[in-house]
T-cell receptor, first 114, second 112 residues
Framework: AQSVTQLDSHVSVSEGTPVLLRCNYSSSYSPSLFWYVQHPNKGLQLLLKYTSAATLVKGINGFEAEFKKSETSFHLTKPSAHMSDAAEYFCVVSANFGNEKLTFGTGTRLTIIP | EAGVAQSPRYKIIEKRQSVAFWCNPI?????LYWYQQILGQGPKLLIQFQNNGVVDDSQLPKDRFSAERLKGVDSTLKIQPAKLEDSAVYLC??????????FGPGTRLLVL
């Protein structure tokens, strides 16, 4: 069984300040982990993914995430928030043994304050 | 490369009516997925196809939902009859050999 917990349902930051979106996972196998972003009325877009290579993963639009097995965490960060980052972010886990089923977290809504 | 296409984008129906959604995956992607995303929640997998065979439909309410993927390309998802709790966004995704799934824009369904 696998699951993810997004620790904050809503995060607000000022433009130009750092972003931290927190995610903890649970998996019986070595997981693959993803962050997806969903802008209003748009489809889900892959930000980045971890698949047992480097633990620090760089994604699009300046986002990155660090896989910490000891803490079962996969937090998403960005050094400086931009207005266009305002969206819903989903942490996702997939069992890494050929099953492609994705299990989504409940999402974190990121608001950017001008 | 064209993305995953879905239609219609919006649909409003009354309860007990039927509705169908269409998905065209990225060319060459063998795996196709349908997800249901209820407002305020993450997407939940309804059904997964590998080519035209079903891999996982454990979360599909089979008394009212059906899906098919004829010829291993396009897919349709049908609800008959619809209930109020079926109001959601229905997302289609496709993937090739890797785990990366690419999502379409979704169909927003409102059941009155």
């Amino acid at each position: 069984a696998q699951s993810v917990t997004q620790l904050d349902s809503h995060v607000s930051v000022s433009e130009g300040t750092p972003v931290l979106l927190r995610c903890n996972y649970s998996s019986s196998y070595s997981p693959s982990l993803f962050w997806y972003v969903q802008h209003p009325n748009k489809g889900l877009q892959l930000l980045l993914k971890y698949t047992s290579a480097a633990t620090l993963v760089k994604g699009i639009n300046g986002f990155e995430a660090e896989f910490k097995k000891s803490e079962t965490s996969f937090h998403l960060t960005k050094p400086s928030a931009h207005m266009s980052d305002a969206a819903e972010y989903f942490c996702v886990v997939s069992a890494n043994f050929g099953n492609e089923k994705l299990t989504f977290g409940t999402g974190t809504r990121l608001t950017i304050i001008p | 490369e064209a993305g995953v296409a879905q239609s219609p984008r919006y649909k409003i129906i009354e309860k007990r009516q039927s509705v169908a959604f269409w998905c065209n995956p990225i060319s060459g992607h063998a795996t196709l997925y349908w997800y249901q995303q209820i407002l305020g929640q993450g997407p939940k997998l309804l059904i997964q196809f590998q080519n035209n065979g079903v891999v996982d439909d454990s979360q599909l309410p089979k008394d009212r939902f059906s899906a098919e993927r004829l010829k291993g390309v396009d897919s349709t998802l049908k609800i008959q009859p619809a209930k109020l709790e079926d109001s959601a966004v229905y997302l289609c995704a496709s993937s090739a050999q890797t785990e990366t799934q690419y999502f379409g824009p979704g169909t927003r369904l409102l059941v009155l």
